[in-house]
């Protein structure tokens, strides 16, 4: 994977932040510290972006700035669960609309001649298995979970249908932080609604900040392919 210079080192200090998010969400003492290193994840990674992206069309310059400002205000929304049961609702609301922000993102290079069929087979018959171990702990939460997770396999596809319409880099990027997201959110949900998992907070914002990275990445290194002409007879 080939960074600028710039890239290489925002990488470096971004997983600082990640460091020191997963020690202060670890450590009761370091709460206050703890609301500011979460968001302070995907805030970075706007700057990056916003700084970087000047080669990109305005278009997705905009919505993917949506999916980040999402994405950051789900991280302070859940950061209250415990105060009351409705954060959690919203934040689930705003980390959807980031997800929708980044499936528009990625329907604007889908590869129409892609066969899907295969890949979705894949997703559903692990969101059933997921499904299975959630649904008896749902209760009024079993739509909303749904809709999410119809929404970010969505998001998912859309990602793996760029093969063949962007660069190498990009589509593989983009593609590797969809899954990451998907890994994230999964522990997450089995975490809540199944049972505790042993060090699943740490698991949750590593797998988060490697989805969140990775695609801006990747967005930031998008090239479109150009079509290969045939030639008639």
């Known amino acids: 994977m080939k960074l600028t210079n710039t890239e ?20 009761e003492t ?9 968001p302070a994840i995907v805030v970075s990674l706007m700057f990056l972006f916003i700084k970087t992206s000047g080669s990109i069309s305005k278009s997705i310059k905009r919505i993917t700035l949506l999916a980040l400002g999402f994405s950051v205000l789900g991280d302070i929304l859940l950061m209250f669960i415990d105060q009351s049961p409705h ?7 705003a980390f959807l609309l980031a997800h929708v922000m980044y499936i528009l993102v990625f329907l604007k290079h889908r590869n ?8 979705v087979i894949l997703l559903l018959a692990y969101a059933s298995g997921l499904f ?3 649904k008896d702990g749902l209760g009024a939460m079993l739509i909303p979970v749904i809709v999410y997770m119809v929404v ?4 998912a596809t859309t990602a793996f249908m760029r093969k063949g319409i962007v660069n190498y880099m990009s589509y593989n990027l983009v ?5 990451f997201f998907m890994i994230s959110d999964s522990i997450l949900a089995l975490n809540k609604f199944y049972e505790p998992l042993p060090f699943s ?11 969140q990275f990775f695609i801006v990445i990747g967005i930031l290194k998008l090239k479109k392919l150009p079509k290969i002409k045939t030639l008639s007879i």
């Open 112 to 119: 129409k001649q892609k066969p899907i069929i295969g890949f």
């Open 201 to 211: 907070n740490i698991s949750i914002m590593l797998t988060y900040a490697l989805a």
């Open 132 to 134: 299975y171990l959630l």
């Open 8 to 27: 290489k080192q925002f990488s470096i200090l971004y997983f600082v932040i990640v460091i020191f998010e997963i020690i202060t969400g670890s450590t």
């Open 87 to 93: 954060f959690f609702t919203i934040g689930l609301v």
């Open 30 to 38: 370091l709460e206050i510290a703890h609301y500011i290193a979460k």
């Open 152 to 155: 970010i396999l969505s998001m």
């Open 175 to 179: 593609f590797v932080g969809a899954i």
